[in-house]
Nanobody
Framework: QVQLVESGGGLVQAGGSLRLSCAASGRTFSAYRMAWFRQAPGKEREFVAAISRSGTSTYYADSLKGRFTISRDNAKATVSLQMNSLKPEDTAVYYC?????????????????WGQGTQVTVSS
């Protein structure tokens, strides 16, 4: 089992940047595929980005390509999400997710472990 704690959320103006971090504890971090999801008020949780166990493969929601970058440091047991050129529609609670299965998933059901979330608010 793995425990996940997100940090780095906050209030930022449109066009600004934020870097979210997720610290993992418990079992070997490199055994987990990782991802970021987000959920805006009244909406379903949606996929943002995912990264393979080794970090060599990354995947993004089509609408976010070029603005968001996911990375991981297996030695430090952390996964990060760099968010640039933020827009008001990026406002949401952002969740870190982990799963021990092989490969990468873009679905909520593809991840067994979740953090508590961190709020990102982008003002216009």
């Amino acid at each position: 089992q793995v425990q996940l704690v997100e940090s780095g959320g906050g209030l930022v103006q449109a066009g600004g940047s934020l870097r979210l971090s997720c610290a993992a504890s418990g079992r070997t971090f490199s055994a987990y595929r990782m991802a970021w999801f987000r959920q805006a008020p009244g909406k379903e949780r949606e996929f943002v980005a995912a990264i393979s166990r080794s970090g060599t493969s990354t995947y993004y929601a089509d609408s976010l390509k070029g603005r968001f970058t996911i990375s991981r440091d297996n030695a430090k047991a952390t996964v990060s999400l760099q968010m640039n050129s933020l827009k008001p529609e990026d406002t949401a609670v952002y969740y870190c997710a982990a799963d021990p299965r092989v490969g990468v998933s873009k679905t909520v059901s593809g991840y067994d472990y979740w953090g508590q979330g961190t709020q990102v608010t982008v003002s216009s």
